[in-house]
């Protein structure tokens, strides 16, 4: 006799049993499933798939409740991960409901903030500028020194000067990372409003019932 034949003549018996033993018996049993699909029935379960999702059967064998199967740490972490991810989809949703009464009023607020970062791309322009034109000037200071200058009367170049040349070609190169980020951030700015004006376009139909 095969094993899923044993299980289901198991079912059976135990159905049987209870039946012949009057109502006043209130055994239950369990249903589970091996590793290779084969249903199984039990006064218990085995150790090995006692995690596992299981079935209790009352005495006439019908299943009466259901033992969800244990859930390992990275099931528990993706979960409470969406779990996080709609309270805040839900605490965006009435954020945007309770705060714009139109989509003009999200386009006049990303149309202020796209200005802020305008202005302030060309502040770091014109500094970038400024600092480009301290440059030159402090090449052409160098090269009346060693090493830049060949000639045998030549001096070796102030500290001070080398200095200044250094920091002024570090702030141009941060600056100029800077105006990078400018860049990112009027992209990630447009891209959030442009999706927060479909959501309340999407939220707005929905309670107007259309």
Do not use: C
């Not at 064998?61 to 244990?70: I, K, L, T, Y």
């Amino acid at each position: 006799m095969s094993a899923r034949a044993r299980s289901l003549a198991y079912a059976l018996l135990l159905a049987a049993g209870a039946v012949a033993h009057g109502a006043s018996d209130d055994k239950v049993a369990y249903k589970w499933v091996d590793e290779n699909g084969v249903v199984h029935y039990g006064d218990s379960i085995p150790a090995k798939y006692a995690k596992q999702e299981n079935s209790v059967l009352n005495k006439q064998g019908v299943e009466v409740g259901r033992n969800e199967a244990q859930k390992t740490a990275e099931q528990i972490e993706r979960e409470a991960r969406e779990r996080e991810i709609e309270l805040r989809r839900k605490q965006h949703d009435a954020f945007l409901l309770t705060t714009y009464t139109s989509v003009k009023d999200i386009e006049s607020l990303r149309d202020e903030r796209l200005g802020q970062i305008s202005g302030q791309r060309r502040a770091a322009e014109q500094y970038i500028e400024g600092l480009h034109s301290r440059l030159s000037t402090l090449q052409t200071r160098a090269f009346t020194f060693k090493p830049y200058n060949e000639s045998a009367g030549a001096r070796r170049m102030p500290d001070d000067l080398a200095e200044e040349l250094v920091r002024t070609v570090s702030e141009m190169r941060s600056q100029r990372n800077a105006l990078l980020a400018k860049d990112v951030e009027e992209n990630t700015l447009r891209a959030q409003f442009q999706s927060d004006i479909e959501r309340y376009r999407e939220l707005r139909t929905v309670r107007s019932g259309r």
